[in-house]
């Protein structure tokens, strides 16, 4: 089985709403990094469409092109603890970073932010739903009899991030059992535009990559802890491409692209410098 039948395998799992134990997955994804030439990277799914665009300018300069399997961050940070053969990994908050490098399993010194996100609230794109995001906003009368399709908001950052967002409007008891959970943000994503939810909290990227959804409201970047990415090389990497890859991230090259997919720079990166995740945490 090819390499590309392989990871789509692994996202059909990844989007299986529990119904994949981390074990399956895990599985998948050796089998998915077996008879990779390039880097072996875990990301989260929200940055499929950037870093699918940074893998193939990667391979252009003249490097193998990256492996990349994308999933939700909890069950993507299990695999690297439970030892998956990954080079690098990507995670959609602070927390589970922090988690891995507790843990010994990335390389500290390498930590960074590769960029920053946005929460939005989407409907699918045929729907006439207007709703301002501010306090007390009548989010359940919306939904209608429908479900808010978010990611896990007990583990998955794009989850949490949405329940802190309704938390600091006062809402949140509107919709706390009338959630549509699921593994990653892009199955989510996947539930609004296939109008099987009315209402959907995703990044802002992952609603730019769906023709099927529109953008009813952004939320404001002060009611939720900031979005950012961190990235590090995993401490079992063994590719030569590792650190070049990651110093190429942090390039004028490099970061056109993130903006171009709608993701925000660290704010050090106008600077030329590197960031820590604890930095760029910071309100």
Partial sequence: MSAAVQRRRLMRLACLGGLASVATVATATRQAFAAAPGLRILAAASLKDALDALAQQWAQRGHARPVI???GTP??????????????IVSADAPWMDRLEQGGFIRRETRGVLAGNRLALIAP?????ALALRPGMPIGAALGDGRLAVADVRTVPAGRYARAGLESLGVWAQVSDRLAMTDNVRAALALVAREEAPLGIVYVTDARAEPRVRVV???DQALHPAIVYPIAIAAQATHPDAAPFLAWLRS???????????LTQPRSASAGGAQT???????
């Fill in 69 to 71: 399997v994308y999933g």
């Fill in 75 to 88: 069950m993507l940070a299990r695999q690297l603890e439970q030892g998956a053969p990954a080079d690098l």
């Fill in 125 to 129: 794109a045929r729907s006439t739903v």
């Fill in 217 to 219: 409201a952004l939320f």
């Fill in 252 to 262: 004028p090259e490099a970061l056109a692209i993130l903006s171009a997919q709608g």
């Fill in 277 to 283: 995740t604890r930095d760029a945490a910071q309100p």
